[in-house]
């Protein structure tokens, strides 16, 4: 079980298109989703924490207008790319957390990740 | 800030024994997980202290003292497909948010 799926799993896009990826919890429910970045040798930088039904927490220096994050259901959370543009290229990642009570861990299970390249 | 700090490279022999150390210095502890990442994928969970000791799981085990800032990772009869990234992380505030250190590099050889 704790199954998290992305998409997509990478995507090209051009510089100053919007990109949209979605995370979902395939056999749980998840009040609260997060997003996290890794470029290339670095490790992960957490973005943002997304609640269901309530506006997304960004972390201090991401921008939430360029970030745009919905977290309609709770098995599923979107992440939109703004205007990208090539220093926005990253693994994004996300991961969501499995409620109290199902399990003894608070354990956060995190998605396949979805590869930007941004030209 | 927070500081979460890890030897960069490690490597080892198949067959052998590695610890991989952590030290941590945040602002709130939940409590200490410890990730495995290959390259170009996401993390996979390993381990999780929330009280001081050594939680045993197979061929891993995962340290905790609380009071020293202090963690390890042990893994026992190394394979080559244990070479990966560990990554540490802490738990944080209500949400308990993680703060990843930058990641071991572990390499398995023959």
């Known amino acids: 079980g704790a199954v998290v799926s992305q998409h997509p799993s990478r995507v090209i896009c051009k510089s100053g298109t919007s990109v949209k990826i979605e995370c979902r919890s395939l056999?749980?429910?998840?009040?609260?989703m997060f997003w996290y970045r890794q470029f290339p040798k670095q490790s992960l930088m957490l973005m943002a924490t997304?609640?269901?039904?309530?506006?997304?927490?960004?972390e201090q220096g991401v921008e939430k207008d360029k970030f745009l994050i919905n977290h309609a259901s709770l098995t599923l959370s979107t992440l939109t790319v703004t205007s990208a543009h090539p220093e926005d290229s990253s693994f994004y990642i996300c991961?969501?957390?499995?409620?109290?009570?199902?399990?003894?861990?608070?354990?956060?299970?995190f998605g396949p990740g979805t590869r930007l390249l941004v030209l | 800030g927070q500081n979460i700090d890890q030897p960069t490279e490690m490597t080892a022999t198949e067959g052998a024994i590695v610890q991989i150390n952590c030290t941590y210095q945040t602002s709130g502890f939940n409590g200490l997980f410890w990730y495995q990442q290959h390259a170009g994928e996401a993390p996979t969970f390993l381990s999780y202290?929330?009280?001081?000791g050594l939680e045993e799981k197979g061929r891993f085990s995962s340290f905790l003292s609380r009071s020293k800032g202090y963690s390890y990772l042990l893994l026992k009869e190394l394979q080559m497909k244990d070479s990966a990234s560990y990554l540490c992380?802490?738990?944080?505030?209500?949400?308990?948010?993680?703060?990843f250190g930058t990641g071991t590099q572990l390499k398995v050889e023959l």
């Open positions: 997304s609640n269901e039904g309530s506006k997304a927490t960004y």
């Open positions: 992380a802490v738990g944080r505030g209500g949400g308990n948010k993680l703060t």
């Open positions: 056999d749980f429910q998840a009040t609260t």
């Open positions: 202290n929330v009280l001081d």
């Open positions: 991961s969501a957390r499995r409620e109290p009570g199902l399990a003894l861990e608070e354990t956060q299970y």
